[in-house]
């Protein structure tokens, strides 16, 4: 599996969809009644992903709104859900990353996360789980106003953390995210398999 490449001996999480999952439709099907085209087309066209990625740049929520209300006020009411019932989107863990994460520190594995989250968010988030508590360390795009996947946010990691990226194993569930952390010299796990592979290749490398 490594071939002749250094065995990783940190492990850096990404948090949204591999320890937490987070999708806005928990939230929107209920508000919608049901009605899924037009709860597509609301989250397209209006709370779209690239107006939610601003918030995850930094973009105060409460700027956020405003400046979407303006633009629909039609849709007043259901953009203001999507940040004062922003929970609602997010029903639990990713089913058994957090016993990965918890193994991880068990056997002395430094463990470290890179998210794009914004930072409100994350601290209602991190309120809620307590294993998101339990880095070494944590880089938050919201905190530091770049996202993955500029390379400029896993440098601040290494940075910050005198971290060589040789010697970690990135985990992300999106290919571009994965790409430039192998760009920048980490070895990366491609999260779509689930906890089962994320485990065994983990395994592998002897990391658990």
């Known amino acids: 599996m490594t071939g002749t490449k250094a065995s990783p001996s940190i492990v850096v999480f990404d948090v949204g969809q591999v320890l937490i999952?987070?999708?806005?439709?928990?939230?929107?099907r209920d508000l919608f009644d049901g009605y899924e085209d037009?709860?597509?087309?609301?989250?397209?066209a209006v709370c779209s992903p690239a107006w939610n990625?601003?918030?995850?740049?930094?973009?105060?929520?409460?700027?956020?709104?405003?400046?979407?209300?303006?633009?629909?006020?039609?849709?007043?009411?259901?953009?203001?859900?999507y940040d004062e019932q922003w929970e609602q989107m997010v029903p639990g863990p990713i089913p058994g990353t957090p016993e990965i994460l918890a193994a991880l520190k068990a056997r002395g594995v430094?463990?470290?996360?890179?998210?794009?989250?914004?930072?409100?968010?994350?601290?209602?988030?991190?309120?809620?789980?307590?294993?998101?508590?339990?880095?070494?360390?944590?880089?938050?795009?919201?905190?530091?106003?770049?996202?993955k996947p500029d390379p400029k946010i896993y440098h601040i990691l290494f940075d910050r953390y005198g971290l060589d990226p040789k010697s970690c194993l990135f985990i992300d569930d999106s290919a571009a995210n994965?790409?430039?952390a192998r760009a920048v010299g980490m070895t990366?796990?491609?999260?779509?398999?689930?906890?089962?592979?994320?485990?065994?290749?983990?395994?592998g490398y002897g990391l658990l």
């Open 21 to 28: 999952e987070w999708d806005p439709r928990h939230l929107y």
């Open 38 to 44: 037009l709860m597509e087309d609301f989250l397209t």
């Open 53 to 81: 990625m601003e918030q995850d740049r930094g973009r105060p929520w409460a700027e956020a709104v405003a400046l979407l209300t303006a633009e629909h006020p039609d849709c007043a009411e259901l953009i203001r859900a």
């Open 110 to 147: 430094p463990v470290y996360a890179i998210t794009n989250f914004s930072a409100d968010k994350f601290a209602l988030s991190q309120k809620r789980f307590d294993f998101l508590n339990s880095f070494d360390g944590i880089v938050v795009s919201g905190v530091e106003k770049v996202i």
């Open 178 to 180: 994965i790409e430039t």
């Open 188 to 203: 990366a796990h491609h999260f779509v398999g689930g906890a089962e592979t994320l485990r065994a290749e983990l395994e």
